[in-house]
C-alpha cells in the first residue's frame, strides 16, 4: 500500500461546480498535512495547510480525518484559473525527521 | 530575494555519465529535500537532510548520492546506477513552524538521458 493515495482523476468540471478531492495515507503517526497545487511544468505551490479542526482559504475548505486517516480539499464556485494538479502532502514525521510524502496528484481541468 | 536556486534548468547526458544537479536556498531552512517527478506522475522523495552532514534515503535512493556540507547547499548526483534517470528533479527546503511547515521549491531541473 502507498503511504498516501489520492483519487486518480481527472475530474472535468464545469464552471461555478464544486469539486472535491479526497486522499488516504497509512502512516498513523503523520503530524502535518497539506495541499499544494502543481501547474504543468512548474514547481509544487503550498496550497493550504490542512489543520485538525478543519480549516477554509476563500472556495478552498480543508479537512482532516485521524481515525480514519484522510483528508480532503473541497473547492466551491470553480474557476478556469483553478484547473492543475492538486497533490496531498503527508508528513510521517519519526525519528526527528520530517519525511514529506507526495500523493501522486489529482488532475482538475474547470471548462467554460 | 530569498528563495532556493536549482541549476542547470535542463540538461541532457549520455548514458553511463554521472551528473550533479545543484540546490542552493538563501532561506535559513535546516531541511531539504529532492524529488523526482515522472510525466503524468507524483513527487517521489530521493533522499533528504535535516541537518548539515546529516542525511537519509527517501523511497527511491538507488542510483543518487548526496552530500550536505553547508546548510546552504543540497547537491544531487544522478549516478550512472540510475537505470531510468530521465526526470524531473525538484529541490525543496522546509520552514518549519510550531505545529506546521510549508516546502519551499526550487524551479526544477529537467534531466534528459540521450
Known amino acids: 500500500r502507498k503511504e498516501v493515495e489520492q483519487d486518480p482523476g481527472p475530474f472535468n468540471v464545469p464552471e461555478g461546480a464544486t469539486v472535491a478531492f479526497n486522499c488516504t495515507y497509512s502512516?498513523?503517526?503523520?503530524?502535518?498535512f497539506f495541499w499544494y497545487r502543481q501547474d504543468c511544468r512548474k514547481e509544487p505551490k503550498l496550497l493550504m495547510s490542512?489543520?485538525?479542526s478543519g480549516n477554509e482559504d476563500g472556495r478552498f475548505t480543508a479537512q482532516l480525518n485521524r481515525a480514519s486517516q484522510y483528508i480532503s480539499l473541497l473547492i466551491r464556485d470553480s474557476k478556469l484559473s483553478d484547473s492543475a494538479t492538486y497533490l496531498c502532502?503527508?508528513?510521517?514525521?519519526?525519528?526527528?525527521?520530517?519525511?514529506?510524502?507526495f500523493g501522486a496528484g489529482t488532475r482538475l481541468a474547470v471548462h467554460p | 530575494d530569498g528563495g532556493i536556486t536549482q541549476s542547470p534548468k535542463y540538461l541532457f547526458r549520455k548514458e553511463g555519465q554521472n551528473v550533479t544537479l545543484s540546490c542552493e536556498q538563501n532561506?535559513?531552512?535546516?531541511?531539504m529535500y529532492w524529488y523526482r517527478q515522472d510525466p503524468g506522475q507524483g513527487l517521489r522523495l530521493i533522499y533528504y537532510?535535516?541537518?548539515?552532514?546529516?542525511?537519509q534515503k527517501g523511497d527511491i535512493a538507488e542510483g543518487y548520492s548526496v552530500s550536505r556540507e553547508k546548510k546552504e547547499s543540497f547537491p544531487l548526483t544522478v549516478t550512472s546506477a540510475q537505470k531510468n534517470p530521465t526526470a524531473f528533479y525538484l529541490c525543496?527546503?522546509?520552514?518549519?513552524?510550531?505545529?506546521?511547515?510549508?516546502?519551499?521549491f526550487g524551479e526544477g531541473s529537467r534531466l534528459t538521458v540521450l
Open positions: 502532502v503527508v508528513d510521517g514525521f519519526s525519528g526527528g525527521y520530517n519525511k514529506l510524502i
Open positions: 502512516n498513523s503517526a503523520s503530524q502535518s
Open positions: 490542512v489543520y485538525s
Open positions: 532561506l535559513n531552512h535546516d531541511a
Open positions: 537532510s535535516q541537518i548539515v552532514n546529516d542525511f
Open positions: 525543496a527546503s522546509l520552514n518549519k513552524g510550531m505545529d506546521t511547515g510549508e516546502l519551499f
